[in-house]
C-alpha cells in the first residue's frame, strides 16, 4: 500500500501552479480557467462511473486516480484548500457519532 496522500497531490498541484503551461498540464489546465477544469472532472466522473458498472478492477483505479487529480485541481482552481474539505467530512463524521465508536474501537 502507498504512503502518498492527497496532501502530496495537492501539494505538487500548488507548486505546479507556477509552472509554466508548456512544461505542467496542471498549469495548462488553471490556465484554461475554472470551467475547463471543471469539464475535465465531469469527464473524468463519467469514465470512473462507467469503470464501476462495468465491474472493471484497474480501470476503476485508473479512473479513480483521474478523478481525484482533476478534483484537486478543480480545488485549486477554485481557491479551496483540501483541509477545508476534509474538516467538512470530519465535521460530519463527529456529527454521526462515528469518530467516537471507531476510536472506542481502537
Ligand atoms: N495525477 C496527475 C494526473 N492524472 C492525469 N493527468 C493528466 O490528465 C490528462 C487528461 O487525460 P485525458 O486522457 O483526458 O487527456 P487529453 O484528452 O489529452 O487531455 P485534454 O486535452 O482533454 O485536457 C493527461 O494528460 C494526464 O497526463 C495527470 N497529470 C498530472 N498529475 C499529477 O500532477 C503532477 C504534476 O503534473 P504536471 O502539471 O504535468 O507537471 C504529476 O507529477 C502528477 O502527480
Known amino acids: 500500500m502507498s ?7 495537492a501539494a505538487i498541484i500548488a507548486r505546479r501552479a507556477e509552472a509554466s503551461a508548456e512544461t505542467s498540464y496542471t498549469k495548462s489546465l488553471l490556465t484554461a480557467g475554472p470551467a475547463r477544469a ?3 472532472l465531469g469527464e473524468e466522473a463519467v469514465e470512473t462511473v462507467i469503470a464501476a458498472i462495468e465491474g472493471d478492477h484497474a480501470a476503476l ?3 479513480s486516480a483521474d478523478l481525484l487529480y482533476h478534483l484537486l485541481v478543480v480545488l ?6 483540501l483541509g477545508e474539505v476534509l474538516a467538512e467530512l470530519e465535521r460530519r463524521t463527529r456529527q454521526s457519532g462515528h469518530e467516537e465508536k471507531a476510536s472506542r474501537k481502537a
Not at 3 to 9: E, K, N, Q, V
Request: charged share 35%; aromatic share 6%; glycine share 6%.
Open 38 to 40: 471543471a469539464k475535465k
Open 3 to 9: 504512503d502518498f496522500t492527497l496532501d502530496d497531490l
Open 61 to 63: 483505479v485508473s479512473e
Open 76 to 81: 485549486q482552481a477554485r481557491g479551496v484548500a
